[in-house]
């Protein structure tokens, strides 16, 4: 019966209805506590809906479990981003990028924030925008 709680929050995700999704998966998560990734579905939706304080105690709970999740880290990072916690964005993408060295669009969340710190500055966005250049020839090379 959880599976179907599960499945139906993620429909209502990819149809926008971020406050179905959110009931689903917070029905599974009281039935199943330890079920990860319904908290990391959860966190989504609720980026998704500008809940960001929620979104990020539900990263956090998935992060306490699995520390090299880089798509958590990157979406905690720009919900911290988003509520202006910029040090916090900055010190998730670097985990992100950590994790994932190849993934362009953790490089783009971090050059937004080129401007916003003194901990990351326009020569750190500068390297980012070529790592971006070079990993996005790298995938077009790949795709011929």
Do not use: C, W
Not at 113 to 124: F, G, P, Q
């Amino acid at each position: 019966m959880n599976e179907a709680y599960y499945m139906r929050g993620l429909t209502s995700v990819r149809m926008k209805n971020f406050t179905y999704a959110i009931a689903d998966f917070s029905t599974v998560i009281e039935r199943e506590p330890k079920r990860i990734e319904a908290f990391s579905a959860r966190g989504n939706a609720y980026v998704q809906s500008k809940s960001l304080q929620k979104a990020i105690a539900d990263f956090d709970m998935v992060l306490a479990v699995e520390k090299m999740n880089n798509q958590v880290y990157a979406l905690r990072g720009m919900a911290h981003g988003e509520l202006k916690n910029y040090t916090k964005a900055l010190n998730d993408l670097n985990q992100a990028i950590k994790l994932n060295p190849k993934e362009i669009k953790y490089y783009k969340a971090r050059m937004l924030l080129a401007d916003k710190t003194t901990e990351y500055s326009m020569l750190n966005a500068a390297y980012d925008l070529g790592k971006v250049a070079e990993l996005e020839r790298e995938l077009l090379k790949s795709k011929k």
